[in-house]
T-cell receptor, first 118, second 112 residues
Framework: GAVVSQHPSWVICKSGTSVKIECRSL??????MFWYRQFPKQSLMLMAT?????????EQGVEKDKFLINHASLTLSTLTVTSAHPEDSSFYIC??????????????FGDGTRLSIL | SQELEQSPQSLIVQEGKNLTINCTSS?????LYWYKQKYGEGLIFLMM?????EEKSHEKITAKLDEKKQQSSLHITASQPSHAGIYLC????????????FGKGTLLTVNP
């Protein structure tokens, strides 16, 4: 159980293009999903918390207009990197947390999306 | 300084040897989560610890949380090449609103 699917796994596109990444919880409903960014040999950096039916909460330093998050249903959150530039190239990972007492259930992660902007 | 310190940064062991990875928090933890990651892939959930003094085991991996709930260790017994990867601890800290802070990870290499 607790499977999270992330798509696509790899994207290569030209500078200026907008890219959408999907994160789906396959066998549970997730009121909260998280989006992370990971640089080579670095840990995960939380970008934003995606809340179903409301606006995402962004971490300090993350541009809301650059990284658009939509959590339209209890099983789907999307991250759109708008007008992507080479510096946006990175590994993006989403996670979803199953409902549970006090919210302290483990986050389950997708397989990540490697984004390369030329 | 980092809120969550993980050590060592990397570890190379011979197959069959035991090893320990540590994770230390500057704050009291509500929960401590251990994950394994293969390079370029997602994180696989290993174990969750929430109570002081708690210890959990799965196959050859044992994780402990100290009584003060600020330090955790992950111990692998009789390591195998399949244990190789990056181990990350994630901490649910007081006041974090359920967000996790991750350590920098430990790269484990197991030589056959």
């Amino acid at each position: 159980g607790a499977v999270v699917s992330q798509h696509p796994s790899w994207v290569i596109c030209k500078s200026g293009t907008s890219v959408k990444i999907e994160c789906r919880s396959l066998d549970f409903q997730a009121t909260t999903m998280f989006w992370y960014r990971q640089f080579p040999k670095q840990s995960l950096m939380l970008m934003a918390t995606s809340n179903e039916g409301s606006k995402a909460t962004y971490e300090q330093g993350v541009e809301k207009d650059k990284f658009l998050i939509n959590h339209a249903s209890l099983t789907l959150s999307t991250l759109t990197v708008t007008s992507a530039h080479p510096e946006d190239s990175s590994f993006y990972i989403c996670s979803a947390r199953p409902p549970g007492t006090g919210g302290r259930q483990p986050q389950h992660f997708g397989d990540g999306t490697r984004l390369s902007i030329l | 300084s980092q809120e969550l310190e993980q050590s060592p940064q990397s570890l190379i062991v011979q197959e069959g040897k035991n090893l320990t990875i540590n994770c230390t928090s500057s704050k009291t933890l509500y929960g401590l989560y251990w994950y394994k990651q293969k390079y370029g892939e997602g994180l696989i959930f290993l174990m969750m610890l929430q109570k002081g003094g708690e210890e959990k085991s799965h196959e050859k991996i044992t994780a402990k949380l100290d009584e003060k709930k600020q330090q955790s260790s992950l111990h692998i017994t009789a390591s195998q090449p399949s244990h190789a990867g990056i181990y990350l601890c994630g901490a649910d800290m007081r006041g974090s609103n359920y967000k996790l802070t991750f350590g920098k990870g430990t790269l484990l290499t197991v030589n056959p």
